[in-house]
Nanobody, 119 residues
Framework: QVQLVESGGGLVQAGGSLRLSCAAS????????MGWYRQAPGNQRELVAS???????KYADSVKGRFTISRDNAKKMVNLQMNSLKPEDTAVYYC?????????????WGQGTQVTVAS
């Protein structure tokens, strides 16, 4: 079993930056790809960015060039640096992981952290 705890959400003005962090606890064998998803009211949950165990990354087109995902395998942590934030980035952001590799949705989810970007 893996537990994920997110931190770092909040309210920011458009053009500003936020850094989300997610700490995982549990077996390292159950932590392969790690990623961030988001869900805005009325919308489906969507991939923001994900990173494989060796550092390969995948980004949604809408965040390329603005967001950067990174991980620390020893600490079982994944971070999301969000720059040049836009109002449309407003959503609940969820940390995700599981035993599957990059490109697959993991089975474990965090509780979510709210990101609000004011125009």
């Amino acid at each position: 079993q893996v537990q994920l705890v997110e931190s770092g959400g909040g309210l920011v003005q458009a053009g500003g930056s936020l850094r989300l962090s997610c700490a995982a606890s549990g077996s390292s064998f159950s932590i392969n790809a790690m990623g961030w998803y988001r869900q805005a009211p009325g919308n489906q949950r969507e991939l923001v960015a994900s990173i494989g165990r060796t550092g390969s990354t995948k980004y949604a087109d809408s965040v390329k060039g603005r967001f950067t995902i990174s991980r620390d395998n020893a600490k079982k942590m994944v971070n999301l640096q969000m720059n040049s934030l836009k109002p449309e980035d407003t959503a609940v952001y969820y940390c995700n992981t599981g035993p599957s590799g990059l490109g697959f949705v993991g089975v474990y989810w965090g509780q979510g952290t709210q990101v609000t970007v004011a125009s």
